[in-house]
């Protein structure tokens, strides 16, 4: 991309946090920039209404900086579209979120959409066109200057919310149309190489988790010497083993226990597919009860596990004493138990394992299964000599360290790529850089 040089001239523009702007550039309050103005509407009866297909119904997780995402996404019927007549979105309508979590997310609708409606946590603005476009607008609306705005704006004793005359209080810089026209186009294109770019990152981090997935599997299932004799399982989805290897029930290693905590100040764990079980401080930030009286004791070496979430591998060996939810199972080794911790972790977050928890989970729904601990504690266990357990734990650790490490720096590189694009855009359409000579 070319080095964008600053304007030739600028002016103050009389508000502190925006300070001196392109000098042809004028300052116009969000309000008289739009025709409609105004949030959305959730119909009576909430989720209850929506359906599998029929008129798209946004709420606030489809709404993202980088656009809208619609794979997980409501619909209602025409009937209910046509009485939500306050609440129809239009191509070139911006979206912007003004409650909960994901507040200040904001996005342009596509020119090719059809037809949508909003619920009340997203605020529709459609641009007059004449002062205004909205990819310009919204754009603008996603700069560190307007999103601290949005921060110090927020109000609401117990969830954050904007009220829509702060958000049409809001300062806009409006330049020239054509001037506006030549910064999205400008934008779009950079857009469109950065995206690109993370979308590489991407793919090299999918194939390194395959990878190290791959890698995980072959040892915890096949052990590290490949010339070590195979007999069969006995078990279908386990396949070969290596011959000298035990298959005994989870019950022979592990039995659930029920300790609770009585003063709530052990660490909170928080059990995740993604990391295991580890501090939810250092993991997640969601809602968090007020007292951790009566949560799960869990103690090093025992097994967690999200029993809602288990078909996901939402569980995994605990490493520090600490407390998880009481819908959670909690599952301590027996005495002798002949598994190694560093062994069993990895081998039960495998893809083999992850599905045979889906085979045994039970729900009314595919969204509310459950793995009870009568079917966890009947699953078959791999049981290898303790020494090769060690072993293969010893591998695993030299074998996937690299891999990590070329994740953690793919990671990083995409970090980078969405700081780069939040700063190119803030710089463009605050009018720090000129982008007219490069359209």
């Known amino acids: 991309m070319p080095k964008l040089k600053p304007y030739p001239a600028y002016k103050p523009s009389g508000i502190d946090w925006l300070g001196d702007i392109p ?63 306050a609440s129809h979105v239009k191509p070139g309508d911006v979206l912007l979120n003004i409650t909960g979590a994901s507040i200040g997310r904001v996005c342009s609708v596509p020119t090719n959409f059809t037809e949508a409606n909003v619920n009340q946590h997203v605020c529709i603005i459609r641009p007059r066109k004449e002062h205004i476009l909205s990819g310009f607008l919204s754009a603008y609306l996603s700069t560190p200057m307007i999103q601290g705005e949005i921060y110090t704006q927020q109000s609401g004793a117990s969830r954050e919310g904007l009220t829509l005359q702060s958000i049409r209080s809001f300062s806009i810089l409006v330049p020239p149309l054509a001037e506006q026209a030549a910064i999205v186009r400008y934008l779009d294109r950079a857009d469109e190489r950065i995206h690109r770019a993370i979308a590489a990152k991407q793919r090299l981090i999918d194939l390194l988790t395959e990878q190290r997935q791959a890698v995980i599997h072959r040892a915890v299932t096949r052990g590290i010497d490949d010339s070590a004799p195979m007999k069969p399982s006995g078990i279908d989805w386990l396949g070969d083993i290596p011959a000298h290897w035990e298959v005994r029930r989870a019950k022979y290693f592990y039995a659930e226990v029920d300790e609770r905590s009585s003063t709530g100040v052990e660490e909170l764990m928080s059990v995740s597919h993604k990391t295991g079980v580890t501090p939810r401080k250092s993991s997640v ?28 591998a939402a569980l995994g060996v605990v490493w520090q004493v600490g407390v998880v939810s009481p819908s959670y199972g909690v599952y301590r080794p027996r005495s002798g138990s002949s598994l190694n911790p560093s062994y069993i972790d990895p081998l039960l977050r495998t893809e083999t394992y992850k599905a045979e928890y889906l085979r045994r989970s039970t729900g009314i729904t595919s969204s509310r299964i459950r793995l009870y601990p009568d079917q966890f504690l009947n699953i078959p266990l791999l049981c290898p000599p303790l020494a090769e357990q060690a072993a293969i734990a010893r591998h695993l650790y030299k074998a996937t360290a690299d891999i990590d490490a070329a994740m953690e720096n793919a990671r990083r590189q995409v970090e980078l790529l969405r700081e780069y694009r939040a700063r190119l855009i803030a710089d463009v359409v605050t009018g720090r850089v000129d982008a007219r000579r490069a359209d």
């Open 23 to 85: 000098a042809h550039w004028d300052v116009r309050r969000l309000g008289s920039l739009a025709s409609k103005f105004g949030s959305g509407i959730t119909p009576r009866g909430g989720a209850t209404v929506y359906q599998e297909t029929g008129i798209l119904f946004l709420r606030s997780q489809n709404i993202h900086f980088d656009g809208l995402r619609i794979e997980d996404v409501a619909h209602i019927s025409e009937r209910l579209h046509n009485e939500l007549t």
């Open 285 to 312: 930030t969601m809602f968090k009860a007020e007292s951790n009286v009566g949560y799960k004791i869990c103690r090093p070496g025992d097994i967690a596990i999200n029993t809602m979430w288990a078909y996901m």
